[in-house]
């Protein structure tokens, strides 16, 4: 006699599959693959459904011995390729906004460290032209050549960054830092002293470059504005309080305070990084794959001469070929240049204007640094506000009309008017 399908079907045993009208089924079934359950595919029809009348005995004492995973309980990765699934989470775009907070927090100290480093000698530069016997211009040197080192600690940390993660650049650099700045503080001869700074310069500049990949690495771009100009308002404020600072440390201690007072702030900003977790995708997954001893991410192989030839390329020769070529690259890199010129330029102007023409004494000039991180403030605040008005709605917009975020230039219209801004101000 033919079989007619009905719904009244018997109810499973213990450890049977369940009906496809449990919730959470679908989301279980893509993590239960390598289970005898997942082997089945279930379907909402009659036609499709599993009966246990239709199951034979043998199956279905194996079925039931089976041992049950709950449905929430992710299956261990097999492979290091890639993370295991959208909602891996030891992927960083999957982190609680806390904990994305608590990361972007330490990095911002320890930029604002580094920059406050910059400029917190700047006060005391008269005092060092009096203690070295050199003239007033020799002495900011102190501070150019601090700046130049900024400039080019990047270009070794970029790709160590790449290979060995954001989180050897930071507690790597950190130590270096402090150590160049002691050796400021202990200089002996002015020689001595502008080695030294150039050369903490170029050991704290790695964090202001590796700093904005780590934002990267937790927030899409369209969520990035936000935590963007956090992170970025931290070292544009350090040159604006690093002279007050070292006013009153010049005023009161002598020029070597400037650099003691570095160094306690950055060895406060040094210990919050410490706790922090890695954010670069392909370190945690090499990571993972080590300790789970699975295959990590495929490489490559390459010889030692071929990466260097990449890091060459990679480092210098595209950002030169790019600014060269591309105007956007190179209009936009004017601009930037020409307004580090104007901020720095105060550093060297300020203590001489307001001290030989106003009289005011060094912690007195140092107090007039306070409207440039007014400034800063403003700005990102600005800035934030105009991309919630505005280039989150293009966004959304974008997204329905089928593209996956806003034309770039959206985000430019801070820039317009700080571009007017600037001669005016």
Not at 2 to 21: A, C, I, M, V, Y
Not at 337 to 362: K, M, Q
Request: with cysteine.
């Amino acid at each position: 006699m033919k079989h007619t399908p009905t719904n009244h079907s018997k109810p499973f045993h213990e450890g049977h599959l369940r009906t496809t009208d449990t919730p959470d089924l679908e989301k279980s079934e893509s993590m239960q693959d390598e289970s005898p359950i997942g082997a089945f595919k279930l379907g909402s029809s009659d036609n499709d459904s599993i009966r246990d009348d239709h199951i034979p005995e043998d199956q279905e004492k194996a079925l039931s011995q089976a041992p049950s995973r709950p449905h929430h309980e992710p299956q261990p990765p097999t492979t290091a390729a890639d993370w295991n699934g959208p909602d891996d989470p030891d992927n960083p775009l999957n982190w609680t906004m806390r904990k994305r907070a608590l990361h972007i927090a330490p990095i911002a100290f320890l930029s604002f460290a580094t920059t406050t480093g910059s400029s917190m000698i700047t006060p005391a530069t008269p005092e060092i032209a009096r203690y070295f016997d050199v003239s007033r211009t020799a002495s900011i040197l102190s501070l150019s050549l601090f700046v130049l080192g900024l400039g080019l600690g990047p270009i070794i940390a970029a790709p160590i960054s790449e290979k060995f993660g954001r989180g050897v650049v930071y507690k790597a650099s950190g130590p270096v830092y402090m150590l160049f700045i002691l050796g400021s503080g202990f200089s002996k001869s002015f020689g001595g002293l502008l080695v030294c700074r150039l050369l903490a310069g170029m050991s704290g500049g790695p964090v202001l470059a590796v700093g904005s990949g780590t934002i990267a690495d937790m927030f899409p771009p369209r969520h990035r504005a936000i935590a963007s100009g956090t992170y970025v308002m931290a070292p544009f404020l350090g040159p604006a309080l690093g002279p007050v600072i070292g006013g009153f440390a010049a005023q009161y201690k002598g020029w070597r305070w400037t650099q003691w007072c570095t160094i306690f702030i950055a060895l406060a900003a040094y210990l919050t990084i410490l706790p922090m977790s890695e954010t670069y995708k392909k370190v945690i997954l090499q990571r993972r794959a080590k300790k789970l001893d699975i295959p990590p991410p495929p490489t490559p192989p390459m010889s030692a001469l071929t990466q260097l030839k990449i890091l060459v390329t990679i480092t210098i020769a595209r950002p030169l070929v790019m600014l060269a070529t591309e105007p956007i690259v190179m209009f936009f890199s004017l601009y930037n240049a020409f307004t580090f010129s104007v901020l720095f330029a105060f550093f060297a102007a300020y203590p001489y204007t307001f001290e030989s023409v106003y009289g005011f004494n060094t912690w007195q000039y140092g107090l007039t640094f306070l409207g440039i991180g007014l400034g800063v403030l403003l700005a990102v605040l600005t800035n934030i506000v105009i991309d919630r008005l505005i280039y989150t709605k293009k966004t959304a917009q974008a997204l329905k009309e089928g593209r996956h975020m806003a034309a770039p230039e959206h985000r430019l219209y801070c820039a317009m008017v700080g571009s007017v801004g600037i001669p005016i101000g």
